[in-house]
C-alpha cells in the first residue's frame, strides 16, 4: 500500500520524468476536485495528502537515508495541489471555478521551481531526509502559486 500512494497509484512508474507524470496527473485531479467538489475539498484533499505523505515517505525510506527515489511522486501531488490553491482561491472569492491559464500557470511554475530548486526549495532538498523530499515540493508550490498570482495580476492590470 505504501508503494501505491507514494508513487501515486503507479503514476510515478511513468518514463520518462516521473515528477512531471505525477505533477500532471496531480493538476488533472486537483483541477477536477476544484471544479466538481469545489474550494473547500481541494483544501482538505491537500491537506490530507499532504499528511499522507509525510507519514508513508518516512515511512517507505526508514532503512535508505539520503534516498529520494524519482517513482516517489506523492511529494509533486502535495506541491501541485499547494499550487493550485492560489488561483483556486482567487476564482472562489468571484464564485466561480478555476478556468486555465491559472492552473497551467501553476502546473509550468510549480514544474520549473521543483527542477530548478531556488533558495528554500534546495535547502530543503538538501535536507536528505523523508522530510526534505516532501518540503522541497511544498516550497516550489508556495512560489509557483505566489508567482501564478503576481502573473494573473500583472495579466488583468495590464492588459484587461
Given at each position: 500500500m505504501l508503494r501505491a500512494i507514494n508513487t501515486f497509484f503507479f503514476?510515478?512508474?511513468?518514463?520518462?520524468?516521473?515528477?512531471?507524470?505525477?505533477?500532471?496527473?496531480?493538476?488533472?485531479?486537483?483541477?477536477?476536485?476544484?471544479?466538481?467538489?469545489?474550494?473547500?475539498?481541494?483544501?482538505?484533499?491537500?491537506l490530507a495528502v499532504t499528511a499522507l505523505g509525510f507519514y508513508t515517505?518516512?515511512?517507505?525510506?526508514?532503512?535508505?537515508?539520503?534516498?529520494?527515489?524519482?517513482?516517489?511522486?506523492?511529494?509533486?501531488?502535495?506541491?501541485?495541489?499547494?499550487?493550485?490553491?492560489?488561483?483556486?482561491?482567487?476564482?472562489?472569492?468571484?464564485?466561480?471555478?478555476?478556468?486555465?491559464?491559472?492552473?497551467?500557470?501553476?502546473?509550468?511554475?510549480?514544474?520549473?521551481?521543483?527542477?530548478?530548486?531556488?533558495?528554500?526549495?534546495?535547502?530543503?532538498?538538501?535536507?536528505?531526509?523523508?522530510?526534505?523530499?516532501?518540503?522541497?515540493?511544498?516550497?516550489?508550490?508556495?512560489?509557483?502559486?505566489?508567482?501564478?498570482?503576481?502573473?494573473?495580476?500583472?495579466?488583468?492590470?495590464?492588459?484587461?
Amino acid at each position: 500500500m505504501l508503494r501505491a500512494i507514494n508513487t501515486f497509484f503507479f503514476v510515478g512508474l511513468l518514463r520518462p520524468a516521473p515528477g512531471t507524470w505525477g505533477s500532471a496527473a496531480a493538476l488533472a485531479l486537483g483541477w477536477a476536485i476544484e471544479r466538481y467538489l469545489g474550494f473547500i475539498p481541494l483544501v482538505v484533499a491537500t491537506l490530507a495528502v499532504t499528511a499522507l505523505g509525510f507519514y508513508t515517505v518516512a515511512a517507505e525510506l526508514k532503512d535508505r537515508p539520503g534516498d529520494d527515489p524519482s517513482e516517489i511522486v506523492i511529494d509533486e501531488v502535495a506541491g501541485m495541489w499547494l499550487a493550485l490553491l492560489f488561483p483556486a482561491a482567487g476564482f472562489w472569492m468571484r464564485d466561480m471555478s478555476m478556468v486555465w491559464p491559472g492552473p497551467v500557470a501553476a502546473f509550468l511554475l510549480f514544474r520549473l521551481f521543483d527542477i530548478w530548486k531556488p533558495w528554500l526549495v534546495g535547502r530543503a532538498d538538501r535536507r536528505h531526509d523523508p522530510a526534505g523530499v516532501m518540503l522541497d515540493d511544498l516550497w516550489a508550490g508556495i512560489f509557483a502559486g505566489l508567482c501564478t498570482l503576481v502573473l494573473a495580476g500583472l495579466y488583468h492590470a495590464v492588459l484587461m
